[in-house]
T-cell receptor, first 117, second 112 residues
Framework: ETGVTQSPTHLIKTRGQQVTLRCSSQ?????VSWYQQALGQGPQFIFQ???????GRGNFPPRFSGLQFPNYSSELNVNALELDDSALYLC????????????????FGAGTRLSVL | AQSVTQLGSHVSVSEGALVLLRCNYS??????LFWYVQYPNQGLQLLLK??????LVKGINGFEAEFKKSETSFHLTKPSAHMSDAAEYFC??????????FGTGTRLLVSP
């Protein structure tokens, strides 16, 4: 059973650029959540995808968008990068839908560290 | 608003000493609570979870936590710290629709 993998591990971009981060879910998981973890802070929920549809969104602007593919892997896209977007981006996968409750544990990848200069 | 507050951004203990990491929550509905641990350059790993039932929850690596509704607390403890326990610990509240709300984290430092 493979765990959650994220790529790339590190990324450096300049302000105004666009970035795509990738996540492969744990085998059999159909739900992916993305989190932003700024330095010294806890992860903040960005959004979640269930069966290729967005299923909930945190307090992030529309320039943060995502996709989930039929194999349940996922992408996080950020347009018009700002300096404050510098953070560790975490992907978590789980099995279950919106009503499955906390019974389904979220399994996290190691993250992508994004630096915006 | 549903939130968690972790008291102390850093906790230092000696190897073999008791570990106590504090967490208080605010929730308008019966809470589901978790503790996650984050080792350097690794993903978050679930230590333990409380949903319903027994208020003393045992997790991996000898950690346990007690849910106290009257105190709105969910403190994490371990009787005897090990050097390998040094990491960042997050108290987490489940708010519904699989959305997790994280505390700001507590870094545990273990000295020999």
């Amino acid at each position: 059973e493979t765990g959650v993998t994220q790529s790339p591990t590190h990324l450096i971009k300049t302000r105004g650029q666009q970035v795509t981060l990738r996540c492969s879910s744990q085998s059999g998981h159909n739900t992916v959540s993305w989190y932003q973890q700024a330095l010294g802070q806890g992860p903040q929920f960005i959004f979640q995808y269930y069966r290729e549809e967005e299923n909930g969104r945190g307090n992030f602007p529309p320039r943060f968008s995502g996709l989930q593919f039929p194999n349940y892997s996922s992408e996080l896209n950020v347009n018009a990068l700002e300096l404050d977007d510098s953070a560790l981006y975490l992907c978590a996968s789980s099995l279950g839908g919106p009503t499955s409750g906390s019974k389904n544990i979220q399994y996290f990848g190691a993250g992508t560290r994004l630096s915006v200069l | 608003a549903q939130s968690v507050t972790q008291l102390g951004s850093h906790v230092s203990v000696s190897e073999g000493a008791l570990v106590l990491l504090r967490c208080n929550y605010s929730s308008s509905v019966p809470p589901y609570l978790f503790w996650y641990v984050q080792y350097p350059n690794q993903g978050l790993q679930l230590l333990l979870k409380y949903t319903t039932g027994a208020t003393l929850v045992k997790g991996i690596n000898g950690f346990e936590a007690e849910f106290k509704k009257s105190e709105t607390s969910f403190h994490l403890t371990k009787p005897s710290a090990h050097m390998s326990d040094a990491a960042e610990y997050f108290c987490v509240l489940y708010t519904g629709f699989q959305k997790l709300v994280f505390g700001t984290g507590t870094r545990l430092l273990v000295s020999p």
